[in-house]
């Protein structure tokens, strides 16, 4: 039979497992980040003409 | 006499008709030549201007989501329902962030100027009590 200890220990490992996926996801979201501004530093053109593309269609789809 | 087909109908010659047209036909490509020069001049001033390459070096999502902006601008949903909504929302938000700081102050001001009176009147109470 489980005691209330336990149960913390599992929460308390269940949290630190949490803790350690979100900072996983934080460090992937800041090289995606760091890998688009790249992208645009390197391809400044491209990517406002397809920039000003979408908003064109969010502006015109806006509108309906 | 001369024939239909030798002397036209404005009075002048074949020749002279094709030296004519020649001469519009020069005429019209040194002014589409001045027009793509000039076209040419005004794209390097505006690229000049702008320093696209720059600008995305020192703010790159910055001139991508001006970009973005322009094009929505451009496609004409500035005037429509969910700017509307979106500028709405955005006004109410702001709108909250700044004047609830002053009320919350001017609660606190309002409520700190009662509360020694208050505390005055009590003791004055409290000391006329026998």
């Known amino acids: 039979m489980e005691t209330t200890g336990d149960i913390k220990d599992a929460i308390d490992d269940k949290l630190a497992d949490l803790k350690i996926d979100i900072e996983e996801g934080r460090k992937k979201l800041s090289v995606y980040g760091e890998k688009m501004t790249d992208y645009i530093k390197e391809n400044p053109g491209k990517c406002v003409a397809g920039a000003i593309a979408v908003g064109f269609l969010l502006g015109k789809l806006a509108r309906r | ?130």
């Open chain 2, 1 to 130: 006499m001369a024939t239909r087909s030798q002397r036209p109908a404005n009075g002048l010659s074949n020749d002279d008709a094709n030296s004519v047209r020649r001469a519009h036909l020069q005429r019209a490509s040194r002014e589409a030549e001045q027009a793509w020069v000039h076209a040419r001049e005004a794209v390097t001033d505006v690229r000049d201007a702008i320093d696209l390459k720059d600008m995305a070096n020192r703010h790159p999502i910055g001139t991508v989501a001006a970009a973005l902006g322009i094009g929505y601008v451009l496609g004409g949903g500035l005037f429509s329902r969910l700017t509307a909504r979106v500028l709405g929302f955005g006004v109410r938000v702001g709108l909250r962030l700044a004047v609830l700081p002053m009320l919350k102050e001017e609660i606190v001001g309002i409520a700190s100027a009662i509360a020694p009176s208050r505390n005055g009147s009590a003791a004055v109470e409290q000391s006329a009590s026998p």
